[in-house]
Structures are given as structure tokens and as C-alpha cells.
């Protein structure tokens, strides 16, 4: 014993050999060898049945991620956090449960808040207070229903909303802005941009659509509301369509063709000519004067004067007036005028008399407002490429024979009409009636098993389990179980001694040593000798026999 210091007493080496070599040392030992053989196993098979853990959620914010824990904890599901803590992982077989759990329950939230902000409004909150917390209450809902698009996998919205005025010409139109974080190898075309755009000024008063900006992550801008005014070139709707018209007219003449030359025996490409400009025009035209009696009176003006003694009633005004006329005193016959003499008075007036008159008639003129539409077809060209024709010999031999010229006039004209040939328009067709190449078989090399990418993952968990069962099998069969048949020879209980032959080679060694068995205590001779006579009282017979077999021996 080797002592160190005033109470410490440390058990030296050699102590601990004589331990060892005593046999309550020995079981000692080997049974703190079971024991720990026995922990490694159990730890082996603990890793072994370690369950793959999966992602979660990823990008979540503070409050989300301890709402989660805390569900996943009274869920009892087991988690943990992956290097950095971006996300949350859980084993592989309760991914999709515990989402649909959180789901239920509203998480994660996206760190968003919606209408659910006025709900918890204090007593004696300012008006500006209550317009901000409404407007953030608004970006919220509309960052909620943009991530609802497929392709988003995250969105933030700002509302510029300006101050309402009384005055008109103080008033300004409100304006947003859109960033979206799409998901990693997705894109929005532009009727989707223009859906979110549209989204967001029907959800804010008085926002025009062209006061929305949309931008995504990688700073590119979506929502391009001032290319068709400020560009010269054609916009991705009119490619499009260029793109769909095109394809629309092969679709057509691939289709009427098939039936006649039999599948992938027929391809076709067209290249229209899209006009896309837009034209006004205004005409207005005089014709000559016509005649007068065919044009139309505008307006028509008349004066008259007259000069000289009036012919109407005259006199004093009075009683006098108003008398009836005396009797006339001129003869009843009088002596007739000289030829073309005229009265007098009729005279006088006829020479004091004029009258003018002014007529205008309407000016022929014709009006023409002309507007061309956009999107016009100028040109149209087409070029259709037709196989051989597939012939079966009687003898089974196949070969390829040419189009006839009826047989390719038939082709012709049906291209015309599914394609909308119009010569004044200046459109092209060209039919071609040759043999197709034979495609060649693309050799695509077999990629080993051990290389393919989705049997990693099944390698690697067949590899924990392989691991695991020849590591257990080892500590059993080459460590724990020879332990424990050494544990199990110190405690077994000696064998009985073996029955005493009752034949006569017994008896031989009467008197003699017997041969000591393995295994058991050495026999004395008094022991021999009572065993001789215990023998003579039970078997005298055999007695008798010996010594008659030791007298005829000695003789």
C-alpha cells in the first residue's frame, strides 16, 4: 500500500496483482468486464438505432422558433437545432406529422403580423399610432396572400400611404413596394407579376397599377410598368404572342398531316411577320361644285325696297277718316288708255321697287378616321419537310419510296389551308419530300449503384446497421461470451463421483491402488478395503470366483 499525504491511502501496483491473482479478485474483474462489454454494446446499439433527423423549418424568426420548441416539447417530439441554429430539425418519420400539428396551431407565422395587431389596441393610443398600426396591419395581409403563390417563398410589402387633403390639387396617389424571396429554381412569368401587381392596388384605395413595384431577392425588377411607353422594342407579351401564333399554325399543319404520312413523319416551322405598330389616320376631302339644283341650300337671305308715294291709307286722323267714301262722280264709261300706258301710281311704284337675294349652298366634303390595329399579320412563311413513304414488300422488306406529284400537290394544298395562305399578303410555302435521318440512340452510360444519388442515404443507414451488428456480434461471441463461461466454471458445483463397476476388472484391484479419476479425490487403501468387503458381504459368489481365478494363476 503506497500512502500519500496524512488520510490518503492509494493502493500500489503490486497490491492490486495479488488482488487480481486472488480468485475473488479474478470474479471481480470479469464481472466488471461483462459489465463494461455489456455498456459498449448497448451504446452500439443505441447509435445504431440513432433515427435520421430532417429539416423542420429554416429562416424562421425568433418568436416563431419558440413557439415551436414549445409545441414540439408538449408534442414529446424530439428535436434539435443545426449548426448555426437556422433550423429546426426532428426525425425523418415525424417531418410531415409535426407540420401538419404546427399547421393547425398557426406556426410558424412568417414574422408577419396581419389584423391580428388591431385586436390588442391599448385604451388611449394616438391617431397616428392607430394609421401606423393599421398600415402595417395591411402590409402584413397582403405579404400573407403573395406567399400563397407557389413560387414565393417569402414577401415583404411597404405601403407609401400619403396624407389625405382636401385640397384636390395637393392629392397624391398612394404608391407600394413588393420584394419577393422565390423558391431556390423558380421564376414568375409576367402574367403572374402582373396578378401580384394587380393584387396589390385592389387592396389599397386610389393605387394605380402603375404605382406598384415588384423586385425580387437578386434585385431584379418584375413588374415593368413603363417599357411599353419608354421602349421602342418589342415587350415579352409580344413575343409571346408571336411565339404562340407560330407554334399555333405548326400545331395545325403537323396535325392535318399526321394521319396522311404516319407519326414523326412530318415537320413543319413557320415565321410570321407581326405588325405590331399602331397608326391613326384623318381624311378630308372636297368634292367640285355641283349643280345648283343637285346641292343643298346652307342658308338663304332676301331684300326688298321700295321708294316713292306710298299707296297705303292717308288723311288727317279724325272723324273725317273714319267717314265712308262719297258717291264717285267719275263716268261710268270712260274713254280707253293709248296702248301700253300704264296708271300713274302703278307707275311710280314700279320704278321705286328693288329686291336682292343671297342663297349658299353646302360644300361636298367626306371624313375618313382611320386606326390600325396592333398585332396585324403581314407576312406569313412556312417551310414543311415530308418523309419517304414506308413500303412492306411480300417478302417483309421494307423500304422508302419518294412522294408522287399528285401525292405532294395533295400536301400542298392542305398546308395552304390549315396554314391561311393568303398570295395578296405575299406568303410562302415550301413542301420538301425527303428521307429522314435515322436518330441515333443516345448511349447513356449505366451509372454505378454506389454512384447514384439516391442510394447515398440507403448506403450510409444499411452501413449503420451493418456496423452495428458486427461490432454487437464481436463483444458477443469473442469478448462477453467466453467472459461468462469463465464466471460460470468458478461458481459450478464439483461432479458427482462416478458408480463403482460391478465386474470382475473391479474386483481385480482389490487390495491395489485404484487409478485415481480425473477430476476426483485419490481413494486410500482402507478405503479399497472396505469397499472388498462391503463387496464379499453383498456378492459372495464373486468372492469365490476371484480367488479361485488367484489360486489357478498362482498355479
Known amino acids: 500500500m503506497a500512502v500519500t499525504g496524512e488520510n490518503a491511502v492509494v493502493p500500489s501496483a503490486s497490491g492490486i496483482v495479488g488482488f487480481a491473482q486472488t480468485p475473488g479478485g479474478r470474479n471481480f474483474f470479469l464481472m466488471l468486464g461483462v459489465a463494461a462489454v455489456l455498456a459498449v454494446m448497448s451504446g452500439v446499439w443505441l447509435w445504431s438505432q440513432t433515427p435520421d433527423y430532417r429539416v423542420l423549418f429554416s429562416n424562421f424568426s425568433d418568436r416563431d422558433g419558440g413557439a415551436i420548441v414549445a409545441s414540439l416539447q408538449q408534442m414529446n417530439v424530439p428535436y434539435k437545432f443545426s449548426e448555426g441554429g437556422s433550423a429546426i430539425l426532428v426525425p425523418a418519420e415525424q417531418v410531415h406529422d409535426a407540420r401538419l400539428k404546427l399547421a393547425s396551431q398557426g406556426l410558424p407565422k412568417g414574422g408577419s403580423v396581419g389584423f391580428e395587431l388591431m385586436e390588442n389596441q391599448k385604451l388611449g393610443v394616438s391617431q397616428f399610432l392607430e394609421q401606423v398600426n393599421f398600415q402595417r396591419a395591411l402590409e402584413g395581409e397582403l405579404a400573407r396572400s403573395i406567399q400563397a403563390v407557389g413560387a414565393v417563398q417569402a414577401a415583404r410589402v411597404h405601403l407609401a400611404l400619403p396624407k389625405a387633403s382636401v385640397f384636390v390639387r395637393d392629392q397624391q396617389k398612394p404608391t407600394a413596394s413588393v420584394l419577393l424571396n422565390l423558391h431556390p429554381g423558380r421564376n414568375l412569368d409576367q402574367q403572374q407579376v402582373s396578378a401580384i401587381v394587380h393584387l396589390v392596388a385592389s387592396s389599397v384605395p386610389d393605387l394605380p397599377t402603375k404605382n406598384v413595384t415588384v423586385v425580387d431577392q437578386n434585385g431584379n425588377l418584375l413588374s415593368e410598368n413603363d417599357k411599353k411607353a419608354n421602349s421602342n422594342g418589342l415587350d415579352p407579351t409580344q413575343l409571346k404572342y408571336v411565339h404562340e401564333l407560330q407554334q399555333s399554325i405548326v400545331k395545325r399543319i403537323e396535325s392535318i398531316l399526321t394521319p396522311i404520312v404516319g407519326q414523326a413523319n412530318v415537320r413543319a416551322e413557320a415565321t410570321a411577320d407581326v405588325d405590331f405598330s399602331s397608326s391613326e389616320q384623318a381624311a378630308e376631302t372636297y368634292k367640285p361644285n355641283g349643280a345648283p339644283n343637285t346641292s343643298a341650300i346652307r342658308s338663304q337671305q332676301s331684300s326688298e325696297t321700295q321708294s316713292g308715294a306710298p299707296l297705303n291709307a292717308s288723311g288727317v286722323p279724325g272723324a273725317l277718316s273714319n267717314q265712308p267714301p262719297a258717291p ?47 398585332g396585324g399579320l403581314k407576312r406569313l412563311s412556312v417551310a414543311v419537310v415530308v418523309n419517304y413513304k414506308r413500303e412492306v ?5 421494307v423500304t422508302m419510296t419518294p412522294l408522287t406529284d399528285a401525292e405532294k400537290t395533295q400536301i400542298t394544298d392542305l398546308v395552304k389551308e390549315a396554314m391561311g395562305f393568303s398570295k395578296d399578303r405575299g406568303d410562302s410555302l415550301n413542301v420538301v419530300n425527303s428521307p429522314f435521318a435515322g436518330q441515333e440512340k443516345e448511349i447513356i452510360p449505366e451509372v454505378p449503384l454506389w454512384k447514384r444519388a439516391e442510394a447515398i442515404p440507403l448506403a450510409l443507414s444499411a452501413g449503420k446497421y451493418l456496423l ?4 454487437l456480434a464481436y463483444l458477443f461471441f469473442g469478448v462477453l461470451r467466453p467472459l461468462i463461461r469463465r464466471i460460470a466454471a468458478q461458481f459450478a458445483p464439483p461432479p458427482p463421483p462416478p458408480a463403482e463397476e460391478e465386474d470382475e476388472d473391479a474386483v481385480v484391484h482389490i487390495g491395489h491402488e485404484a487409478p485415481e479419476p480425473m477430476g476426483t479425490k485419490p481413494r486410500t487403501y482402507q478405503d ?28
Open 393 to 397: 414488300g411480300k417478302d417483309g422488306k
Open 528 to 555: 479399497n478395503l472396505d469397499a472388498a468387503k462391503e463387496l464379499a458381504r453383498n456378492d459372495p459368489k464373486m468372492v469365490a470366483n476371484v480367488v479361485k481365478a488367484w489360486v489357478g494363476t498362482n498355479e
Open 468 to 471: 452495428g451488428a458486427i461490432i
Open 328 to 374: 264717285a262722280t267719275a263716268p261710268l264709261t270712260a274713254a280707253a288708255s293709248a296702248p301700253g300706258a300704264a296708271p300713274n301710281g302703278a307707275t311710280a311704284a314700279a320704278a321705286n321697287a328693288q329686291k336682292d337675294m343671297t342663297v349658299n349652298y353646302e360644300v361636298d366634303k367626306t371624313v375618313r378616321y382611320v386606326q390600325q390595329p396592333m
